[in-house]
């Protein structure tokens, strides 16, 4: 009996646990945490700084080349005061958005050019050079960018204004720049009168006003700028076989690299490749209706 009466209590007793236990209630969702107004937004990533192409050119040699005072839509700043423009600015802009690179243009002398860039001061010379041989043993060269003709530039009332051959040149009193293959073709002139070189275009310009030479040597685009810029003076043009023997290239311009660098060739050959024949003809004769009346030095 008192086994039964044990048994009937803890069943009691378990039954009132059970009863007494009350479930759970589900979590509620936990909100989402909403971003503060004030929270500081990400730093901008700023772009990575283009590479520099580096290019030396004289800026004195219109319509390839020359400097002005003011900034127009084609020009570039030339560091150190005034702005670059002409076919070879034009030239080097395509190469250097054709590369990637952000254009500098380095304003240095003829003579400087090849030291420069020996010495890595610039990447390249685009300044109307021809690829000559003797340059080529330390320059490499791409392929040609402009070829032209070689004229004689002479003074208006020059007698010489009205020569049709080399042999018409005969006494006369004639030069070239200086360290240019120019000055080599005008050996062929019979009787000549070789005169000194001269560092630039517009000090033979001078030369050729004032009377103290009769004539200097220049490929046609230069001429025809020499003459827009200054009416005294014209030019001669010679007929197949009746002017300067010169080689394709010494007739031809190039872009001037350093040696070694057989991939930025290639690159720039593959950009040249992409300018029309008819686009470069455009764009030389836009440069020689845009030169400045006169060179800043």
């Given at each position: 009996?008192k086994k039964?009466i044990?048994?009937f209590l803890?069943l009691?007793?378990?039954?009132?646990?059970v009863?007494c236990a009350?479930p759970a209630?589900?979590a509620?969702?936990a909100?989402?945490v909403?971003?503060?107004?004030?929270?500081p937004?990400?730093?901008?990533?700023?772009?990575a700084?283009?590479?520099?192409?580096?290019?030396?050119l004289?800026?004195?040699?219109?319509?390839?080349?020359w400097?002005?005072?003011?900034q127009?839509?084609?020009?570039v700043v030339i560091?150190?005061g005034?702005f670059?423009d002409g076919?070879d600015v034009?030239i080097?802009?395509?190469?250097a958005?054709?590369?990637?690179?952000e254009?500098v243009?380095?304003?240095?002398?003829?003579?400087?050019l090849?030291?420069?860039?020996?010495?890595g001061k610039?990447?390249?010379?685009?300044?109307g050079?021809?690829?000559?041989?003797d340059?080529a043993?330390t320059?490499?060269f791409?392929?040609?960018?402009?070829e032209?003709?070689?004229?004689v530039?002479?003074?208006?009332d020059?007698?010489y204004?009205?020569?049709?051959s080399l042999a018409?040149f005969?006494?006369a009193k004639i030069?070239?720049?200086?360290?240019t293959?120019?000055?080599t073709?005008?050996e062929q002139i019979p009787d000549?009168?070789?005169q000194?070189a001269?560092?630039?275009?517009?000090?033979?310009?001078v030369?050729l006003?004032?009377?103290?030479i009769d004539?200097y040597?220049s490929?046609?685009?230069g001429?025809?700028s020499a003459?827009?810029s200054?009416?005294e003076?014209?030019f001669?043009?010679?007929?197949?076989?009746?002017?300067?023997?010169?080689?394709?290239?010494?007739v031809?311009i190039?872009v001037?690299?350093?040696?070694?660098?057989?991939?930025l060739?290639e690159?720039?050959?593959?950009?040249?490749?992409?300018?029309?024949?008819?686009?470069?003809q455009?764009?030389m004769d836009k440069a020689?209706?845009a030169?400045p009346?006169s060179e800043?030095e």
């Amino acid at each position: 009996m008192k086994k039964l009466i044990s048994l009937f209590l803890a069943l009691v007793l378990c039954t009132g646990l059970v009863s007494c236990a009350v479930p759970a209630a589900p979590a509620a969702p936990a909100e989402p945490v909403k971003p503060s107004a004030e929270a500081p937004s990400a730093p901008a990533v700023e772009p990575a700084a283009k590479e520099k192409f580096v290019v030396g050119l004289e800026c004195n040699y219109a319509p390839f080349n020359w400097t002005q005072a003011e900034q127009t839509q084609d020009s570039v700043v030339i560091p150190g005061g005034g702005f670059a423009d002409g076919y070879d600015v034009q030239i080097a802009k395509l190469i250097a958005e054709g590369l990637g690179r952000e254009l500098v243009i380095s304003k240095i002398e003829w003579d400087g050019l090849p030291p420069a860039l020996l010495s890595g001061k610039i990447d390249a010379i685009i300044a109307g050079m021809s690829p000559t041989a003797d340059r080529a043993l330390t320059i490499d060269f791409t392929d040609p960018y402009y070829e032209s003709d070689l004229v004689v530039v002479v003074r208006k009332d020059s007698p010489y204004a009205s020569a049709s051959s080399l042999a018409d040149f005969a006494k006369a009193k004639i030069t070239a720049q200086l360290n240019t293959f120019h000055y080599t073709v005008i050996e062929q002139i019979p009787d000549v009168q070789l005169q000194t070189a001269m560092d630039n275009f517009p000090t033979m310009i001078v030369a050729l006003t004032s009377g103290t030479i009769d004539g200097y040597i220049s490929e046609r685009p230069g001429a025809v700028s020499a003459t827009e810029s200054n009416p005294e003076i014209t030019f001669v043009e010679f007929a197949q076989g009746k002017g300067f023997v010169a080689s394709p290239e010494d007739v031809a311009i190039a872009v001037g690299l350093q040696k070694g660098r057989p991939e930025l060739v290639e690159q720039i050959n593959s950009i040249l490749a992409g300018i029309s024949k008819e686009q470069r003809q455009q764009m030389m004769d836009k440069a020689i209706l845009a030169q400045p009346l006169s060179e800043e030095e």
